[in-house]
Structure formats: C-alpha cells, structure tokens
C-alpha cells in the first residue's frame, strides 16, 4: 500500500476519532452537577475548599489525596464552588483517556484504535465513574502515563522516559494508595519480561562480535494496520552458524505471559497468610529469572544486547541521578503541601510527619483495610457486576486477547497482564466498590480495540485469494461478515443507550449496580436548599439565623452542601448525648427511637430519607437478570424477604413548631416536598425502609 493510498485512510480514521473524543467529552461534561452528591464526593469537595482556604491538615490515607485536592482546589479558585466544579477533574481526565489510546495507534491498527477511542468514550462504567467527583479517573489517567512510558522505554528508550514513569508513579501515590497494587502489578509484569528477553536473545560462539538492536517488537514504517511485529530482532550481519539459538519468540512470551498469570491467580487464591503467599509468588518469579539469565549465560549471550539492558543502559548514569532527584523532589513537594507543612494531621491513620506518612501510611492503612470488607464482601462481585454493563466490549476483548496469545507484541502483552492481574488483585482486596471498576476495565477496553482490528484482518484475509503470487479479491463478503456488523452494531447502540440511562435517568436510583450505599436522595439537595429559605426567614423576622444539628451518622454530603452556612451543623446525637435542641435537626431513625419521643411535643415532624443502595444476591436466574438488563427492574433474591430489594436510611426532620408556622405563614406556596421515590414493576415495588445503615 503506497502513502497515498494509505493517507486518506488515516485521515477518515482520525475524523473518527476527534468524533468520538468530542463525544465523550460531551457525554462526561453535560448536566454534570445533577445526581446529587455522593458520601465520598461531598468529602473529596469539602477537603478541596478547606485547602483552598488553608484549612487542609495534610494526607491522610483515609481520604486518600492529596494531589487532586490541590487541583479541584484550583479550579474551585478559577471557575467556583459548585457541584459542576468539584467532579470536573474527573470529567476532564475520563476526557482525556478518551483520546490517549492514539499514542498505540500502531499496536491497535488503523481499526482498532478507533474502535478502542470509541468504547473509551461511550462505555457505561468509564462514563459513569468519570461523572463521580472521586479520585478513580485521574488515577487512572496517571495509571495509562506509567503503563505507556514504561512500553516505551522497552522498545525505543529515551532519555525521559524514566523520569516520566516515576513521577507519573509518585503523582499516583499521591492520588490513592492503590498505586501500591500499580507497583506490584508492573513489578511482576517486569520480571516476566526481563525473563522473555534473556531467553529470546540469541547466542553467541567464543569471539564472535554482535552489534545489532535485540527488539522483541520492533517498530517498522510497515504499510500493515499492525505495525508493531513479535519476535527477535533479524541478525543478518553475522554467520547464522555462529550464533546460539534462541528459543523460540513466540513460544516464549505465549507461555511465560499465561504461566505468570496462572501463577498470580493461584497465590491469590491460597489467600491468608497472604504475604506468605505472594512472597512464595515472588520467589517463583525471581528464580525463573535467575534460570533464564543462567540460560542466556550458558548460550553466550551479550547482556549489554539485551533489550531490557540496553533500556537501562541507554539513560545514562547522569540521566538516572536527574531522575532521582526529581522524583524524590516532587514526593516532598506533593505531601508536604508545596513546603508548607512537614507536620501531617496526626490522626491515627497518619500520627507521623509529612513525609514518612507518604512512605508508610498509606500502604499500612491499606494493609488494614484488608482485614476488613468494606463494599460488597463477595469476591465475585466484579465478575457479576461487569458483564452487567460492559457485556459487549468483554466479548470483543475475548477477541484481542485470543490475537495476543497467537501473536504476542510487548504492547499485547502489557494490557493482557494489565487487564487480568488489575481483576485479579482487587477481587481479592477487601475493598470492592463499584467505582474500581474502571482500573480493570480499561485495559479490557483497548484489548477490544485489538479484537476489532482482528477481525476485520481476518475478513480482510477471507476476501482475498493467492494464485500464482498475485493477490486478487473474491467475489463478495464471508457469509459470517454482515451478521457480526449487525451484532457489532446492535452492540454499539445498546452501549450507548446503557450508558444515558446509567449516566442521566437512573444514575443515583439504587437499582443501578453503580450505585452505593453513601449515594444520597434527592432529598438532601432539597433539604439544603429549605434550610437557607428558612434561614433568611428566620433573620428578616427575628434577626437571628436558624440553629441546626445534623447527627453525624447522615452528617455528608451536608458537610459539603453547608459548608457556608452561617452556624454550625454538626452534632454527634446518641444515648449517650443529651437531647438536642435546635430549630432544626436531622435524626437518623435508630437515633429518632432514642429521641422521637421527647421531641415529638415540640417540634413537627417530617420524613426522610438520607441515602439508599441496593446489594442484590446474584445467584438468580437468566429471567431476573434479562428484566434487569431490559428495564433496571431489581430483584427479590429471596421471595418474601424485603431486605434484598433496593433499601435506604431513614429519619426524621423536626422542625421547631415556631419556625414551622413561620414557614406556613410565609412559604405557603413552597411547602417541603418529600422527593419521589423509584417505582418498580417487579417484586420490589417500593423501596424498602431500612432502619439500620
């Protein structure tokens, strides 16, 4: 294929593609302040505005940060506080992955890159997640930096590279802690590759010089749709009997890729003691290494020409020492606040300074956390929840992932070792929320890209026919063509249609499987917005502001939403406690048995409903889950037992009756409307009242 063949081509691909970023980035930004906040966003916010105002105390492991703090800070200073603003980093960094799978271009092929920006930009979960104002789509995107970098400097090393790759490392760490499972992911990967190179290099005899360029994936200006091929560099300059032979490429990476996984799996599941496990996993890994560096010794193989060597060797000790000190230089600058504070919080979870809270606390937290279940206790909750929304784009990948077993490249490899082991590791971890899918999905997502350029590669290959060395085209498509475009397509539109209706209609309804417990009603907005009314009835009346205590059990997102009321709202109410006495007060229900009563004479009581989820058993048959798929209807896993249908916590709202006959008297006209309640046409009909939380 000539250039000026192929330019057209690219230039519709890349039409293609702009179309799809600008999709996606419609998709995450439109109506993004509507769902009213999560428990988790409302704190993510409110830590943002405390740094913007200097009131931040330092990381602490428990809320994760304190990088996008910094910068939902700054744009909480740039375009103000609102709910819009404190999720638009997320939005803009799901954006962002939207666009980056172009820089694999040549991996995915000409179709699959498209097809991979494309289901970047409409998949459900990467939609969704990158609409919630946590900290999961800028850790990702930081995630992708690494994992790219990291390719990179395997095959065509450059001077930055290192440096990139470790700060984008460091950034991550001071995003989440999940970096410590980035690191141990890539880690084995690493070790796995190290071995395949040692034992790929060929040989060679006693004297006998080598100079050439060792790449397992050399990138070549090929006119293929794939233009990055397996397999050893070609050594023509030297007698082919003088080499030792290498083993076979393909064979290679195909058997230590799958053997490594395997092995991953297995520790996992041996489970407690897990470092136990995992060091046995390590020792494994490390002495199959130590065995293919012997094997690569005994065939008389240059070290300096092997690929991971030359990687290293390629930077330069000075190069190496500039990337030392940056990246120790910005740990510093990033959990110490810009040199303000080497102190930290000193709360238990971080009682040391800055910078040993930054190295230590943060993975002694997460290693605590793993005693415990925090989200769904079941391990194949991911494996349920998955296929659920992204059925489609999981059937693709099945696809990629078969190309890369029969044709491993470096870039195949990374995203099938990426996608399973990021699976693995967190259905294992004791956290396991809907909000980590996207860290397994998105390698899944790209490995769909490479099963879409497999296709049509094999179509391609079905519609010519080889006769006397010319190529030339059959008559019509495979029989199988047309009706895998119309299930292609149907697809497509069924993930699009999911994901409107997961992002706009249903998103912060409990029977979305996306949404968890600390989701809040649309009541709390709501609320928010009458205790300012009354507020300001209150001061033009009686010249005082309204008192409020919000007990803390269903004290967030309030937090956040009254972060500029005018008094105080929160208020720890228990047994313990005496009763309160405030104009306005948020009960919880187990906290309304203690108090209700007492209460009851002076003030009016309202009902409400704080936040709801859904924890479906899903161990139930096909025809629960088609109605679910057709209509978001949930299911009753135990017929009779309202526990398993969607439920929320409850309370009340007492309203002083002073206050109360103000607001009959003047807001009449705006009287508290408790918010409308998902219905349901299956066995849930209504959402359950549950009275614990």
Not at 515 to 543: F, I
Request: contains cysteine; negative net charge.
């Amino acid at each position: 294929m000539t250039t000026t063949t192929r330019f057209p081509a690219w230039v519709t691909a890349k039409n293609l593609i702009i179309g799809f970023v600008v999709l996606g980035l419609v998709l995450r930004l439109a109506a993004l302040g509507s769902r009213p906040l999560h428990h988790d966003e409302s704190l993510d916010a409110w830590f943002s505005w405390r740094f913007l105002n200097g009131d931040y105390d330092g990381y602490d492991p428990v809320y994760h940060g304190p990088l996008r703090f910094y910068i939902t800070a700054a744009i909480f200073w740039l375009f103000g506080e609102s709910e819009t603003t404190a999720r638009l980093l997320a939005a803009l960094s799901g954006a962002v992955l939207v666009a980056m799978p172009w820089l694999w271009r040549k991996d995915l092929g000409r179709v699959g890159v498209v097809a991979a920006i494309g289901l970047v930009a409409v998949s459900p979960s990467m939609v969704y997640f990158s609409r919630v104002g946590r900290e999961d789509a800028f850790f990702l995107t930081l995630t992708f930096v690494t994992v790219l970098t990291l390719v990179s400097f395997l095959r065509t090393p450059k001077r930055w590279h290192p440096m990139v790759m470790l700060t984008s490392l460091v950034a991550g760490m001071a995003v989440k802690e999940s970096a410590f499972l980035t690191i141990f992911i890539l880690g084995g990967f690493m070790m796995v590759i190290i071995a395949q190179d040692f034992l790929v290099a060929p040989g060679r005899s006693a004297g006998q010089g080598l100079d050439s360029d060792n790449d397992l994936d050399s990138d070549n200006d090929s006119d293929s749709d794939t233009d990055s091929d397996s397999g050893a560099s070609s050594h023509a300059f030297a007698p082919r009997h003088a080499l030792a032979a290498p083993h076979a490429p393909d064979l290679v990476q195909r058997s230590t890729l799958v053997a490594g996984l395997v092995l991953m799996i297995v520790a996992f599941m041996v489970g407690e003691p897990i470092f136990r496990s995992l060091g046995v996993y390590g020792v494994v890994l490390f002495a199959f290494l130590s065995w293919a560096i012997f094997d690569a010794s005994g065939r008389n193989v240059d070290f300096r020409e092997v690929r991971t060597v030359k990687s290293l060797l390629a930077v330069g000790g000075r190069w190496w020492l500039h990337t030392a000190w940056v990246t120790v230089a910005l740990f510093v600058v990033l959990f110490t606040q810009f040199l303000t504070d080497f102190s930290g919080p000193g709360s238990p979870s971080a009682p040391h300074g800055a910078l040993r809270n930054g190295l230590t606390a943060g993975f002694e937290y997460w290693r605590g956390e793993q005693d415990t279940i925090r989200g769904d206790a079941r391990w194949q909750y991911y494996l349920a929840v998955i296929p659920a929304y992204e059925w489609f784009i999981l059937c693709l990948s099945a696809v990629g992932i078969g190309r890369v077993l029969r044709r491993p490249t470096l870039v195949g490899q990374t995203l099938v070792w990426w996608a399973v082991a990021s699976l693995t590791v967190h259905s294992w971890a004791g956290e396991r929320m809907p909000w980590l899918i996207i860290h397994m999905l998105f390698p899944f997502v790209l490995l769909a890209g490479l099963g879409v350029q497999s296709v049509v590669d094999t179509a391609r290959s079905a519609m010519a026919s080889t006769a006397d060395g010319e190529t030339s085209p059959r008559r019509g498509l495979p029989w199988w063509v047309v009706p895998g475009a119309v299930v292609a397509s149907l697809g497509m539109l069924w993930t699009l249609n999911t994901t409107v209706q997961a992002a706009y209609n249903t998103g912060g309804e409990p029977q979305e499987l996306y949404v968890q417990a600390g989701q809040a009603t649309p009541e709390v907005p709501e609320w928010v917005e009458r205790l300012h009314l009354l507020d300001r009835l209150m001061m033009a009346e009686e010249g005082r502001h309204i008192s409020v205590a919000i007990d803390s059990d269903v004290y967030w997102p309030y937090g956040w939403y009254l972060r500029d009321f005018p008094v105080g709202t929160y208020a720890v109410i228990d047994e313990n406690s005496e009763r309160p006495t405030a104009d306005v007060i948020f009960l919880p229900h187990w906290d309304q048995a203690i108090f209700g009563d007492e209460l009851a004479a002076e003030y009016r009581v309202l009902p409400y409903e704080h936040r709801w989820w859904w924890v479906p058993d899903f161990a139930v048959g096909p025809k629960s889950w088609g109605r679910w798929l057709w209509d978001r209807t949930p299911w009753d896993g135990s017929p009779g037992d309202p526990s398993d249908c969607p439920g929320s916590v409850v309370g009340e709202v007492y309203v002083v009756n002073s206050l109360a006959e103000l607001e009959e008297r003047y807001l009449a006209d705006h009287p508290v409307e408790v918010a409308d309640k998902p219905g349901y046409g299956g066995p849930c009909q209504r959402l359950d009242q549950q009275a614990t939380g």
